[in-house]
């Protein structure tokens, strides 16, 4: 497959259009100034997003453990992001599931929000139980039509506002420990 530079230069452009093609379709929802910083709601802003969720998709409960009124200083867009983003995994790694269970809990420390995720799905593919950490990498996927970057937009959307992923666990259920930063 090395001898073959030309095919492997095409299959990464062919990559690259699917990556921009998606990022383009992730992006027509959201208005540019929607990633401004501003005082925002943590607990309302949540509760919107799983709102949508479960609105369009009936099987699945998504419970909130967010004191309400936690205020924060950043942008909305990277909440929705983050929070689209592990939830449509959710949803594609457990859709033969009648009812999908999935918990956020939201705290501030300091100058950071801590955030657990989780679900009480099925949990990692066997091939991340070892090494949770690796679904982080762009094109890490174990969906046969996977594309592998939503987990790799999570992590770079969580470290540009200048936190990060702190655990990953997949055992039981899938479950993701992060902290978000105060940098846009």
């Not at 073959?4 to 921009?20: T, V």
């Not at 949803?91 to 995720?117: P, T, W």
């Not at 799905?121 to 679904?135: A, C, N, T, V």
């Amino acid at each position: 497959m090395h001898r073959d530079i030309p095919a492997l230069l095409q299959k990464n452009r062919r990559i690259n259009r699917k990556i921009i093609t998606f990022m383009d379709v992730m992006l027509s929802d959201s208005e540019k100034e929607q990633f401004l910083p501003e005082n925002m709601d943590v607990y309302n802003l949540l509760e919107n997003i799983k709102s949508v969720w479960e609105n369009d998709y009936s099987w699945i409960n998504i419970q909130l453990h967010v004191e309400e009124g936690l205020e924060y200083r950043s942008a909305k867009d990277i909440f929705r992001v983050i929070f689209d983003n592990l939830i449509l995994n959710s949803i594609q790694q457990n859709d033969a599931e009648s009812i999908l269970e999935i918990h956020i809990y939201a705290e501030k420390k300091g100058k950071y929000i801590y955030l657990v995720y989780s679900d009480k799905g099925k949990g990692l593919p066997s091939k991340y139980k070892f090494d949770p950490m690796r679904i982080l990498e762009v094109h890490e996927t174990s969906r046969t039509k996977g594309h592998g970057i939503g987990m790799w937009i999570v992590n770079n959307t969580i470290a540009n506002t200048g936190g990060e992923i702190q655990k990953i666990e997949g055992l039981d259920g899938f479950k993701m420990e992060f902290m978000i930063g105060d940098k846009i």
